[in-house]
C-alpha cells in the first residue's frame, strides 16, 4: 500500500459536497483516486432537518460513497479516519496507523457545531451535523410530547411543552418552522391530555435579524413567516447558560429564564481540526472559524499539491467576506480543484477559483422561503418551489429524489410525517409524574 | 387517572399485530381504550430483516402508533413499559409508577430472542427483534466488508468474509439470502481489493432441514435456492460455543470450527416476561417457550376479564401444536378478543377462537420463495409476487405501502440496496491491519 502507483495518485479526505464532487470529477483523468471518509455514505446535509423532525428516513438523505463511485475503475474508497498529516512525506496516517502516500491531497473534511467555548452544552443542546444528531433531536421531540402528555403538573408540562432554537442561519430557521409545522399539523389529533398547538417554540439570535445572511428585506420576510407559526423570534439575544431544564437568555441588558425540555443548537460551525494539522502550528493560517486561508487556487500557502476545499477553507480573495460554507461552494471547489489536477498534468496553468453565486435559500414551512439570486429577491410559495426543485436536483441519487419527492407530495396533501420514531439512545420512555 | 371511567375500561399491552388489531377493532366498541407501548409505533417485524440488509429504511416498516390510531377518539396511547399487573385489584403498574386501572386487559407483549440459557451470546450474535437490532446487524454485516477490503492478511480476511446465521425458520432463511444477494450482486463492484462474491454465508439448523415449520417438500425447495445463492446450510447442526470471531458447530458428532466475523442469531424465540406476571408463580400455566396456556376464548384462566394473545399465548385448544408465533396469528386474536369484548357488553357469548390458516410464506431472496395453503404447495416465482403482495397489503400505512413498494422496484431493476449505512453504535470505523 505504501509503494507509489505509476500514475499520480490524489488523496481526498471527506466524502462531503466538496471531496465527493472532486472525486466524480476526476472520473477520466489519468490519476489514482483514494476517497478517505469517517462514514460509508455522502450525507446531503441540507435535509438533515427533515430527519430531525420525522419527515424523511436517513437513509433517503444518504448515499453510500461506494455505491456512488461503483463505475470510477480507478478510484478507492476507504473507511477511515485520517488521524495525522504529513506534509513533507506527503503522507496521511489512518486511524489504525496504516499510512497512504499522496501526489495531491484535498482536504474537505467540513465542520463541526460550535459552542463557542461552551462544549458542556453540547451533550443538552445537540446540534445536526450527522445521522445520529438527527435521530437523536427526532428523539428528543418527539419523547418531550409524550412526557408532557403524561404530565399532570400544569407547570412541568408548558416546560415539556417548550423548545428553543439556539442560531437562526438556514437551519435553525428550518428546524424551527418544522418543529411548528409538527405542532400545529402533524401531531394535531394524536394526544389526547394535551394539544400540541400549545407548543411553544423560541428562536433565539444574536445578530438583530433572523437568517443574518440575507439580505435585511428577506430577514422580515422569514419573520413574519416564522411569526405566522407562532414562533417567538428573539432577536439581538444571547445565550448566558444551557441546561437541562433550561435556558438563560439575554436580551439587551435583560436576562430571562426559560424553562424548555428540548434545546437545539444552530448557532455556528467551527471547521474540521484537520485544519490545525495542515498549518502546522502557524495559526495566522486559521481564521476565527479554524478555517484555512489558503490561495487563490485553493492550495494550502507554501504547498501547492495541498488543496483545501469546502468548510474547512476559508476563500477570500476577491471579496472583504470569505465564502459562505455553503454546498454550492464546496461543489464549485471540488470540480475546480479536480480540473485544476488535470490541466497540471498537462503541463497547463489554471486560473484562480471563481464562485459562481447561483442564489441562496432558506425554508420557514410549507409555501414559505426566501431567496436572493444576486439582486433579485423571492420570497412565499415561488422561492418554496424552488427550494423543493434545487435541492431534490442536487440530491446525489436519482433513488433519493424520487424518494422523497414522494414523502414531500404525501406530507403536502396529508401533513403527516411518517419517519418519527423514537429510537436509538436510551432512555426512549418519557419521564412521568414525579408523586402518586 | 386512577378513578374508574363510566365507560368500561380496556387497557391494551403492546401495540405489534396482536394489540394494535384490537385496538383498531374496537373503535366503535362503547370502550374507552388504553393502549400501552415501550416504543412509539408499531413496527412490521416480517419486514425487519431487509432493514438490516439495507434494502429498507426503519420509517418504511415503522408506523407511529398516534398517527395510525388518531381518529379513535376514546383510544389513549401511552408511551410506557408495564412493570406490574395486579389482577386482583385489576391494575397495571407503569415504569414511573402510574397504577392503570381496567376493567377488561388484554395483554400482547410479544416475544424477544431465546439464546437458550447463553445470555452471553446475546451480544456477540445479535438477534432481529427491534430497529435498533436492525440498524445493528446492518452496521456489523457492512463493517465486515469494509474491514476486510481493508485486511492484508488473507486469513483474517476470509474470517471477515463469512457470515454464520444461525437458525432456519424464516428470518434465518430471509436474512441468509439477502446476505448472499448484497455479496453477490448489490456489493459486486463496490470494493477494489475484495471480491465481495467470495463471502462465505453458512445457515445452521439444529433440525434435519431448513424451514422445519413448513412441509419437507418445500423445505427440500428452499435449500436448493439458497444453495444456488452459494449459502452452506448446515442442517443437524448445533451451535456449542459463540465467540467474537467464530463459532463452534457440531454436526452428528463431528465439531468443526468456523472463524466468522459476523454471527447473526435467528435460532429461537421466548415470550415475554410479562407471562410469569399474569400467572403469578404457577408454571403449569406456562408452556417451554414462556408462553401462557389459555382457554380457547383466549383468556387467562380463573380471569375472563383477562386476555392473552400473539407471541404470548399458547392456543393449543383444537390441535395438538399450539398456533405458531406469526403476525396472522396475532392479528386473528386481536380481532377475535375486540368482537368477543363487544359481544359481552351485549350480554352475548361468543364462540371459542378459531385459526383461519390462510397459509405460511417465506421468501429466499429474488423470485425465490416457498409457501402452503393447507394442501396446495407454491414455490419460485409465483411464490415470491404472493409473497411480495401479502407483505404489501399487511403494512399499516398506505404511504409505507407505496414506499416500500417502490424500493422494491428499484431495488429488483438495479439490485441497489441505498440504505446501506453504517450508523448508530461505536466503532463505525472497521479495524485494519494489526501489524506495519
Known amino acids: 500500500m505504501n509503494s507509489q502507483p ?26 489514482q483516486v483514494t476517497l478517505i471518509d469517517k462514514r460509508n455514505f455522502h450525507l446531503f446535509q441540507p435535509l438533515l432537518y ?53 501526489d495531491c491531497l484535498i482536504v474537505a473534511s467540513g465542520a463541526d457545531n460550535d459552542y463557542f467555548g461552551h462544549e458542556e452544552w453540547r451533550h443538552t443542546a445537540p446540534g445536526l451535523k450527522t445521522v445520529e444528531d438527527a435521530v437523536e433531536i427526532r428523539r428528543r421531540i418527539l ?16 416546560s415539556w411543552l417548550t423548545f428553543v432554537v439556539v442560531g437562526s442561519g438556514a437551519t435553525g430557521v428550518e428546524l424551527a418552522g418544522a418543529l411548528a409545522e409538527i405542532a400545529h399539523y402533524t401531531l394535531r389529533r394524536d394526544f389526547r391530555a394535551i394539544n400540541p398547538a400549545e407548543a411553544r417554540i423560541l428562536l433565539v439570535e444574536g445578530a438583530d435579524r433572523v437568517l443574518p445572511a440575507f439580505p435585511p428585506s ?34 439587551e441588558g435583560r436576562q430571562e429564564l426559560i424553562d424548555a425540555g428540548t434545546i437545539l443548537w444552530a448557532a455556528g460551525i467551527t471547521a474540521s ?36 476545499i469546502g468548510d474547512l477553507a476559508n476563500c477570500s480573495h476577491r471579496a472583504a467576506q470569505p465564502l ?22 498537462q503541463g497547463k496553468q489554471a486560473k484562480p477559483f471563481h464562485y459562481r453565486d447561483k442564489g441562496t435559500l432558506a425554508t420557514i414551512g410549507r409555501a414559505a422561503a ?23 436536483m442536487y440530491l446525489v441519487e436519482f433513488e433519493n429524489r424520487l424518494l422523497v419527492f414522494f414523502q414531500w407530495a404525501w406530507n403536502y396533501f396529508t401533513r403527516n410525517r411518517g419517519a418519527r420514531l ?9 419521564p412521568g409524574h414525579q408523586e402518586k
Open 6 to 31: 505509476a500514475t499520480p495518485h490524489v488523496v481526498i479526505v471527506g466524502g462531503g459536497f466538496g471531496g465527493l464532487y472532486a472525486a466524480r470529477s476526476l472520473r477520466r483523468a489519468p490519476v
Open 50 to 102: 427533515q430527519v430531525a423532525t420525522g419527515g424523511l428516513s436517513p437513509g433517503n438523505i444518504a448515499s453510500p460513497l461506494r455505491a456512488v463511485l461503483k463505475r470510477h475503475r480507478r478510484t478507492r474508497v476507504l473507511l477511515a479516519e485520517v488521524t495525522d498529516i504529513d506534509l513533507a512525506r506527503r503522507r496521511v496516517t489512518l486511524h489504525h496507523r496504516e499510512e497512504i502516500s499522496y
Open 143 to 158: 419523547t418531550a410530547f409524550e412526557a408532557a402528555e403524561m404530565e399532570t403538573d400544569l407547570q412541568r408540562r408548558r
Open 218 to 251: 428577506l430577514s422580515h420576510e422569514a419573520r413574519k413567516s416564522l411569526e405566522k407559526l407562532g414562533i417567538e423570534v428573539r432577536s439581538r439575544t444571547k445565550v448566558l447558560q444551557v441546561e437541562p431544564d433550561g435556558v438563560t437568555l439575554e436580551t
Open 273 to 308: 481540526p484537520l485544519g490545525r494539522l495542515l498549518v502546522q502550528g502557524n495559526t495566522d493560517l486559521l481564521d476565527d472559524k479554524g478555517r484555512v486561508i489558503v490561495e487563490p487556487d485553493l492550495t494550502l500557502p507554501g504547498h501547492p499539491e495541498v488543496f483545501v
Open 324 to 345: 459562505p460554507m455553503l454546498a454550492p461552494v464546496a461543489m464549485q471547489q471540488g470540480r475546480y480543484v479536480a480540473r485544476l489536477i488535470a490541466r497540471r498534468l
Open 370 to 392: 426566501v431567496g436572493f439570486f444576486g439582486k433579485l429577491h423571492v420570497s412565499g410559495y415561488t422561492a418554496w418551489l424552488l427550494w423543493l426543485f434545487v435541492h431534490l
Open 422 to 430: 423514537i429510537t436509538g439512545r436510551w432512555p426512549q420512555l418519557p
